[in-house]
C-alpha cells in the first residue's frame, strides 16, 4: 500500500476536482482531504496500477503557488515518505539527508507498471544492497 500527501496552500479549487472519481484519469481514486491540515490532502493505493500518472497530473494542474506545492510519498517498504516538489514546472524528488533510493532491475516488458523504488536509511558503512542500485534502472515514470 503507498500514501500519497498533497500539501498545497491556498489550492482547495485546484483540488477539489480530484475529491470526485473521474475514469478519464490515468490514476485512479480520489483525495480526501487531510481532517485538521488546511491545504492537505491524502489518498492511498493499495496497487501499483491505479498511481500510474498520479504525479504528471498533478503537474498540469493550475496551482496558485506551485512553488508551495509538496507531494509526499511512503510506499510499503520505505524507511520514511519521499518529498516531490516543483522544479522548473516538474514534480521532482528532494534527496533526504540520511536517505537513498534504491531500484530493481525494470522488467523486460512493458507488462508490468515500473517500480518506483525503495526509500532508506543509508548508513555509510553499508553497502548497496544486492540486486538493487542507487540509478534509475526503469527509464518510464512509476507515479
Do not use: N
Not at 548497496?128 to 507515479?143: E, I, K, N
Request: glycine share 6%; net charge negative; proline share 12%.
Amino acid at each position: 500500500m503507498a500514501q500519497v500527501i498533497v500539501l498545497a496552500p491556498y489550492a482547495d479549487e485546484v483540488m477539489e476536482p480530484l475529491t470526485r472519481p473521474d475514469d478519464s484519469r490515468s490514476w485512479q481514486g480520489c483525495f480526501e482531504p487531510l481532517g485538521l491540515f488546511a491545504g492537505g490532502w491524502v489518498i492511498e493505493f493499495i496497487r501499483v496500477r491505479p498511481r500510474s500518472g498520479l504525479l504528471r497530473h498533478l503537474e498540469s494542474l493550475a496551482w496558485p503557488h506551485p512553488q508551495s506545492v509538496q507531494v509526499l510519498i511512503h510506499d510499503e517498504e520505505d524507511d520514511c515518505f519521499g518529498l516531490w516538489m516543483m522544479q522548473e514546472g516538474v514534480l521532482t524528488e528532494v534527496p533526504l539527508p540520511g536517505h537513498r533510493r534504491y531500484y530493481t532491475p525494470a522488467p523486460a516488458t512493458d507488462e508490468f507498471p515500473p517500480d518506483p523504488g525503495l526509500l532508506w536509511r543509508t548508513k555509510a558503512e553499508t553497502a548497496v544492497p544486492y540486486g538493487l542500485f542507487t540509478s534509475r534502472q526503469d527509464p518510464r515514470p512509476a507515479w
